[in-house]
């Protein structure tokens, strides 16, 4: 089906560790950004990019990296995972950068021993 | 301050009920402005955009006052299904080409 799908759903790690959540993306849309959700916060934009090979660091981008070969994929890397970054990550493509519509993955949901 | 502020809640209604949410946010120059709904531990979906002159989509209404910097959705008719949280989402103009969301209101209907 086509649509914004992201893995792993859920996905224990320990500190310290690198972590890999992926986007993936069938409207080749040319937007892709990553959320994290936590209570009390709210949506936070981590990283976004409007195309391929162009990324921009977003309201909380520390400890977080990103990488946009493709159009269609917009991992988000935890270079060494800390438990501050348990969370919700979102991962969303819209056409532009206005339009309003995003559209979000299902959500990864990370934890951090 | 919060670039975009909204009353966490919850608001607890009986069914058939109106309710409305406000949201306020920083930026004057802010230019675009949405509803979002998201459902328990689901991904946000777009409820609504809000347009300056007001709109209205079935039970649903947005508005904008730009002067006070507040957007404000009203719920006419509640239902049990309209249960979840509502996030106010602006595009803050500061040159981050994304949107901004608020952290949400919930919402709960009561049979």
């Known amino acids: 089906d086509a649509g914004i799908t992201q893995s792993p759903r859920y996905k224990i790690t320990e500190t310290g560790r690198q972590v890999t959540l992926m986007c993936h993306q069938t409207?080749?849309?040319?937007?892709m950004f990553w959320y994290r959700q936590d209570l009390g916060h709210g949506l936070r934009l981590i990283y976004y990019?409007?195309?391929?090979?162009?990324?921009d660091k977003g309201e909380v981008p520390d400890g977080y990296v990103v990488s946009r070969s493709k159009t269609e994929n917009f991992p988000l890397t935890l270079e060494s995972a800390t438990r501050s970054q348990t969370s919700v990550y979102f991962c969303?493509?819209?056409?532009?950068?206005?339009?309003?519509?995003?559209?979000f993955g299902e959500g990864s949901r990370l934890t951090v021993l | 301050r919060k670039e975009v502020e909204q009353d966490p809640g919850p608001f607890n209604v009986p069914e058939g009920a109106t309710v409305a949410f406000n949201c306020t946010y920083s930026?004057?120059?802010?230019?675009?402005f949405f509803w979002y709904r998201q459902d328990c531990r689901k991904e946000p979906k777009l409820l609504m955009s809000?347009?300056?002159s007001g709109n209205e989509d079935g039970r649903f209404t947005a508005q904008l006052n730009r002067a006070s910097q507040y957007i404000s959705l009203l719920i006419r008719d509640s239902k049990l299904s309209d249960s979840a949280t509502y996030l106010c989402?602006?595009?803050?103009?500061?040159?981050?080409?994304?949107?901004?969301f608020g952290s949400g209101t919930r919402l709960q209907v009561q049979p």
């Open positions: 990019s409007a195309a391929a090979d162009i990324t």
């Open positions: 809000v347009y300056s």
């Open positions: 930026n004057s120059a802010s230019q675009s």
């Open positions: 989402v602006v595009n803050l103009d500061t040159g981050r080409r994304a949107l901004t």
């Open positions: 969303a493509s819209s056409q532009g950068s206005n339009t309003g519509e995003l559209f």
């Open positions: 409207w080749s849309h040319s937007y």
